[in-house]
């Protein structure tokens, strides 16, 4: 009875070890300590996969919802995913399957993590483009799992928009007056930057 238990027990965390899971950049908690960035009103630019939330969170400071505003800004982020197997014995697949069993991991997975933050006058062109790159390493196998390393990609990304926040912070004299230069955004005048921005993220 014992045995079967075991087996039982042993098979349930395969099978959560092997389940998806998907990394959702919105579900990030994004509150950290910010830089008073005082930065004129900016609209966000709404073909993103972060909300309006989310971006508001992590830009927290300059941003504008409506069009009173001297431009936009753009939130993106990416990720890649690359392995290399530890083990590749030809022909003796029992053998690799065996030393996974017993908790030797499949392969090394690297995870290259980006984020981006654009700044655009209220034209369309662009005032700045600022990015981040991170790195995260992880075992795949039975005993590690299989799914992103979703807790350590969230800890990264909120590390990078703080760094990206802090960078605009530093830069905020030069923003600002270019973002005069071109001035506020005029209603007539928005669907031509709009289209123009989407055209540079798409």
Known sequence: MK???????????????????????????????????NILPLKFHDRSSVTLETADKIVKGFSSKDTNAWGYYYISHSFDRTERKLFDIINIDY????????????????????????????????????????FIMTYRGLWYGYNLPIDKMAEEYKKMFQEIINDISASRDRTNEILLMAGTMESDDM??????????IK
């Open 3 to 37: 045995k079967k238990y075991a087996i039982f027990v042993f098979m349930g965390f395969l099978l959560t070890s092997c389940a998806t899971k998907r990394f959702d950049i919105n579900a990030v908690d994004f509150s950290y300590q910010y830089i008073e960035q």
């Open 95 to 134: 053998i690799t399957f065996i030393l996974h069993v017993v908790g030797v991991p499949e392969a090394r997975v690297n995870h290259t993590l980006v984020a981006r933050v654009y700044l655009f006058d209220s034209k369309g062109d662009i005032v700045e483009i600022y990015e981040k790159t991170g």
């Open 191 to 200: 669907a031509g930057a709009y289209t123009k921005i989407y055209m540079i």
